[in-house]
């Protein structure tokens, strides 16, 4: 009877997730450290939630017994819990301030950068695990946290480096439309879930023509692969209702030039707010379906834009915009989104902006779901993987220049040489030179200069043995041979010249490795400059 063969496990990586380089990663911290600069110089504290959370924390709703997947990634627990994993970084963040609000001290200032998941369809610059850079003020229940948020997004961008004009923070308040979805008939409870659906449509006005937004709103609709999409089955009056509030407000709620936000800073408070307010069309009519919840967003947004106004950020930077709703339900109030605005080719040629980069809004009901009590929360969080692809389509992350290490090659195998090998290569990590012996097989010393070249080794240490014994070792500078090699037509020119090739002693070794890559660093300079 013969063994059946074994079958080799295939490689392969899960859909929508993706590996990351060396380079990825340097880039990634480089960003982040920026950001946090920022979030510091504002006055917040770092904190650290686990990536898994108990499902009921996250606020989603279990659509079966069997296993929750309404875009989580679940396991159940040998306690028969189940365990999700986080979706964002507020819910978490709600569950910590809850399970710590007699310990921490309101308002709770904090940040985090972490690693989140949706169990969602992929698609291209779609990933099932992605990163995020959150900000957020617990216990801060006035207007101006918002606003304040608002600025610290924005000089987070500059801080990054883009330029006004390259982005801009959208603001909105999601009491406008609560109080026109309440207006017709989508109030309470029981419609939550429609109500939801609602909000994911109207945020999708910048991304899909109206038309295809109607058809998210009523039955649904198929897009260009053909997978269906359900909608949330409103009527066609009350479709109407949607799409001509976002026109209203489109129409009225203007961004002012910068001559009338300044004219509007030399008003008293009240006036401000009603040269803003007297814009909307709740004032003159012409909508019939505001009410007291959308009159509390109208006059939240006045607010923010008088405190964003007299700090000194006009409509160049915060504007005022009534498409932004944000797909997320936990949001009681403004709402603000970042969008950069400079053309970029996307995957089928087309050239388009390229858009939202991260968002964020209040709260305010999130805790107390824990709780039982009220406590205001406004935070936002940038898409670290998006923005940093849009940095680089600016050239303005090109990620710490991280040189490969200086490599100690081996020429000889004994115990003694090996650990001569090895002081050498400490000996140029104390001097916070990056290095590393070389642990292949060393027998065939062509293979480690193939190695070497692969890795793009600047230069590498020789030493055989009676460079031992004379206490001496070579150094090749592997950048300037490279280059010399392309100019040598024969051997005996090649062994005459030894290109780019120096002897010195042991306790020369560092200062002259230091000088070689210094010399190489300003052939680099010269060549970019």
Known sequence: MSNPKTQKLK????????????????????????????????????????????????????????????????????????????????????????????????PFRSYRAGWVFRNEKPGPGRFRQFMQFDADSVGAPGVGADAEMCMMFADTLEALGLKRGEYVIRVNNRKILDGVLEAIGLGGDENADQRLTVLRTVDKLDKFPVAEIRKLLGDGRFDESGDFTSGAKLASDQIDVILAMTNSLSMYVADPDEAELLRRRNLPVGERHSAFALGVPMYNGTFPHWNETSAEGIWSL????????????????????????????????????????????????????????????????????????????????????????????????????????????????????????????????????????????????????????????PLAIIQGSDERANGEIQIKDLIEGKRLSGEITDNVTWRESRPAQVTVTEDEMVETVKRMLAGQAEDRARATS
């Open 302 to 457: 006045a607010q923010i834009q008088d405190y964003c106004v007299s700090a000194g950020y006009y409509s160049d930077r915060i504007r005022i915009d009534p498409s932004v709703v944000r797909g997320l339900e936990y949001y009681t109030g403004p709402v603000y989104e970042a969008e950069l605005l400079f053309p970029v080719t996307n995957e089928k040629g087309e050239v388009v902006q390229f858009g939202s980069v991260g968002g964020g809004g209040r709260y305010d009901g999130l805790v107390k779901r824990f709780t039982g009590r009220d406590v205001p929360a406004t935070g936002f969080s940038i898409g670290v993987s998006r923005l940093m692809s849009a940095l680089k389509n600016l050239g303005k992350l090109e990620g710490s220049e991280t040189l490969p290490p200086v490599l100690v090659t081996v020429m000889d195998g004994d115990a003694q040489a090996m650990a001569n090998y090895q002081r050498l290569t400490q000996k140029l990590r104390g001097a916070k030179i990056r290095a590393e012996m070389y642990q292949g097989n060393w027998k065939k010393f062509g293979n480690q200069l193939k190695y070497a070249d692969k890795r793009g080794c």
């Open 11 to 106: 490689a392969r990586l899960p859909r929508g997730f993706v590996d990351r380089s060396a380079a990825d990663i340097r880039a990634t911290e480089e960003m982040v450290a920026k950001i946090k600069a920022v979030y510091e110089l504002y006055g917040f504290d770092p904190v650290e939630t686990p990536m898994f959370e108990y499902t009921d924390c996250l606020g989603k709703f279990l659509p079966d017994t069997d296993r929750p997947n309404a875009g989580v990634f679940s396991v159940q627990d040998d306690d028969e819990q189940w365990l999700s994993l986080r979706y964002d970084l507020t819910a978490p963040l709600a569950r910590h301030v809850a399970e710590h609000i007699n310990e921490i001290q309101l």
